[in-house]
């Protein structure tokens, strides 16, 4: 695997033994994978013991093709029947040529550093009995814990889903996101803590930063590098379900250092280094791949989101109230949570700049002015609706439910709606979520629904649902 960057000038040391870790600011080391990286992924005891789930954001409960082994939207870690993690060991310096004679055991992990067309230095990784190993990418091949494919955003409409979730060569648009994207190293012993490193190991067991791959060494002699498109983190400000606010978005290095963003995604500069954080998961941290952005929860964060059937009676309990179209006096009621993308009769719609329930109906659009030098009169391109109720115009969409217990806050009443998707929620989670800057490109950012990936419009990207009770 190359992955290209920038380089810096490099001055070889002689061979020597590593230190327990290539990050001196952490107490645990970058890890490998295993010859079997799947047992404890989904264990067979009765009481395993979780150190979290990965779930990935615009996917409301499952990918759009189906959830299948490796590649889908949620993923649960378990700790393995065996340990399979890896720990820096020694590390030499080599001629360039003499590499792949060096990289040539397939039993053992290491990262090799090009820095020039004579000069190489290769860090072996031996086994560690105490971690796991997990590891993240687009690649379909066994050393791949949890296929990711890119998601796809929107900045209008009722947008999301993922693009490509058939793999390999099939996807519309080239992929950027890494075959090999990142690997988490989870503690066997408790407090069970999960740390993320950028890149993974591939079916040679080997990590390969090329001449041109950002790399350079460290202040204790050692080597470090980033990605071609980087591995970005970002940890909430304070605790995810209490007080939800976003942190600040850092990129994690493959030796798991924490670095200020590059100014593009793949510039060739590094950041400044961030001595104060680290790159241990917490609940609510935040990695993008580039492509892909995934949310980190714990088992005690967990305890706080709804589960399937909490949503399920949520949603009986919301039709049960019998909730009215102020117009046509017909009763409303949420579709079953298995049926999506397919609008059910009686489903809810929202004019979403004000928040008024409707049940369906065709009329109420808005004449406008068309585009200049076009002349004459249109209905508004993007079908935007005047509320009979308010007479406010903007987007008129069909209500869904949340279905991804994972990305809720809290497990309260589904009140609010994210703007202009529909994906109705709690309030706290609606709040929570509308604050937090989510990557899209090399350098842009914005809100977006984390069920379906829509960007957020309006002055908050959400708003409070104003249901009409029955008339009788």
Request: hydrophobic share 30%; net charge neutral.
């Amino acid at each position: 695997m190359v992955l290209e960057g920038s380089s810096e000038a490099l001055c070889p040391p002689p061979s020597l033994e590593l230190r327990p870790s290539c990050n001196k600011s952490q107490p645990s080391p970058p890890l490998g994978s295993s010859s079997q990286p799947h047992d404890g992924v989904f264990p067979e005891d009765k009481e395993p013991i979780k150190y979290g789930e990965l779930i990935v954001l615009g996917h409301n409960g499952s990918l759009a093709n189906g959830d299948k082994g490796r590649r889908r939207s949620r993923l649960a870690l378990y700790k393995r029947p065996k340990a399979n993690g890896v720990k820096p060991d020694v590390i030499h310096n080599v001629s360039t040529p003499l590499v792949s004679k060096a990289l040539s055991n397939k039993s053992q992990h290491s990262i090799s550093y090009t820095l020039s067309r004579s000069h190489s230095v290769i860090v072996e990784y031996t086994h560690d009995t105490s971690t796991d190993m997990f590891q993240i990418g687009r690649s379909t091949e066994s050393m791949i814990d949890f296929v990711v494919t890119d998601t796809a955003s929107s900045n209008s409409g009722q947008g999301g889903g993922a693009a490509g979730e058939g793999g390999g060569g099939g996807q519309s648009a080239q992929s950027t996101i890494s075959r090999y994207a990142c690997r988490i190293m989870c503690e066997r012993s408790a407090p069970y803590t999960a740390r993320i490193y950028a890149a993974g190991f591939d079916s040679s067991k080997n990590i390969f930063l090329g001449e041109r791959a950002a790399k350079w060494r460290t202040s204790d002699g050692l080597m470090d590098g980033l990605t071609t498109n980087g591995v970005l983190v970002m940890h909430p400000a304070g605790e995810f379900v209490a007080e939800p606010a976003p942190g600040v978005w850092r990129e994690i290095s493959v030796c798991g250092n924490v670095f200020a963003l590059r100014e593009t995604r793949s510039a060739q500069q590094r950041g400044k280094l961030v001595e104060n954080e680290s790159n241990t998961l917490q609940d609510g941290s935040l990695i993008d791949l580039c492509g892909a952005t995934l949310l980190w929860r714990t088992p005690v964060g967990l305890r706080h989101t709804p589960t399937l059937k909490q949503l399920e009676s949520l949603r009986q309990e919301l039709n049960a109230a019998r909730p009215q179209c102020p117009v046509g006096f017909n009763t409303l009621a949420f579709p079953s949570l298995a049926q999506r993308e397919i609008v059910d009769k009686k489903q809810p719609w929202v004019y979403v700049n004000c928040g008024h329930v409707h049940g369906y109906h065709n009329w109420g659009y808005r004449k406008e002015k068309g585009p200049a030098g076009a002349g004459g009169t249109a209905p508004a391109s993007t079908g935007e609706r005047e509320c009979p109720m308010c007479r406010r115009v903007g987007p008129y969409v069909p209500l869904w439910l949340g279905c991804e217990g994972g990305l809720y806050l809290d497990a309260g009443a589904p009140t609010h709606a994210f703007c202009p998707c529909g994906h109705v929620c709690s309030e706290k989670t609606v709040v929570g979520w509308s604050q937090i800057p989510l990557p899209h490109g090399t350098h842009a950012f914005h809100a977006a629904c984390p069920f379906c990936g829509t960007w957020l419009t309006g002055e908050q990207g959400h708003i409070k649902l104003i249901f009409q009770g029955p008339v009788d």
